[in-house]
């Protein structure tokens, strides 16, 4: 059985973490997007989801897309499962919002994308 250094460990466990946050992230979206889904499918799922995460070590996070989306999914699971029972009208007002706010996560990530000078410059 091979050795892995602390190094090697602790980047396995940042890329596994960081894989788990974009797993929240697109299942909510998907949820969000439907039509048919309702706050008691959206609730079973989330906590599904927030327990995956929760068994990983938390790690320091370095880009600001993984810090946002940490932040975004620990308030989101405070404000909609923790805190109160959402009615389902209170849930669809609740998709549409959230829905724009994981937009902006994904627009925060993709600005990261084609930062490079040469993507910057003007061919013509």
């Given at each position: 059985?091979?050795?892995?250094?602390?190094k090697?460990?602790?980047?396995y466990?940042?890329?596994?973490?960081?894989?788990?946050?974009?797993?929240c992230?697109?299942?909510?979206?998907?949820?969000?997007?439907?039509?048919?889904?309702?706050?008691?499918?959206?609730?079973?799922?989330?906590?599904?989801?927030?327990?995956?995460?929760d068994?990983?070590?938390k790690i320091?996070?370095?880009?600001?897309?993984?810090?946002?989306?940490?932040?975004?999914?620990?308030?989101?699971?405070?404000?909609?499962?923790?805190?109160?029972?959402?009615?389902?009208?209170?849930?669809?007002e609740?998709?549409?919002?959230?829905?724009?706010?994981?937009n902006r996560?994904?627009?925060?990530?993709?600005?990261?994308?084609?930062?490079?000078?040469?993507?910057?410059?003007?061919?013509?």
């Amino acid at each position: 059985m091979k050795n892995y250094t602390p190094k090697q460990i602790e980047k396995y466990k940042r890329q596994k973490y960081i894989s788990a946050l974009s797993k929240c992230t697109k299942n909510l979206f998907k949820i969000f997007r439907s039509e048919t889904s309702n706050y008691k499918n959206y609730r079973n799922r989330f906590i599904d989801l927030k327990e995956e995460l929760d068994k990983l070590d938390k790690i320091r996070l370095d880009s600001e897309h993984s810090r946002k989306v940490d932040e975004y999914l620990e308030q989101l699971y405070k404000r909609t499962i923790e805190e109160k029972n959402l009615t389902e009208q209170q849930f669809q007002e609740l998709k549409s919002v959230e829905l724009s706010n994981l937009n902006r996560l994904q627009k925060l990530k993709n600005q990261k994308k084609y930062s490079k000078e040469k993507y910057n410059k003007n061919i013509f």
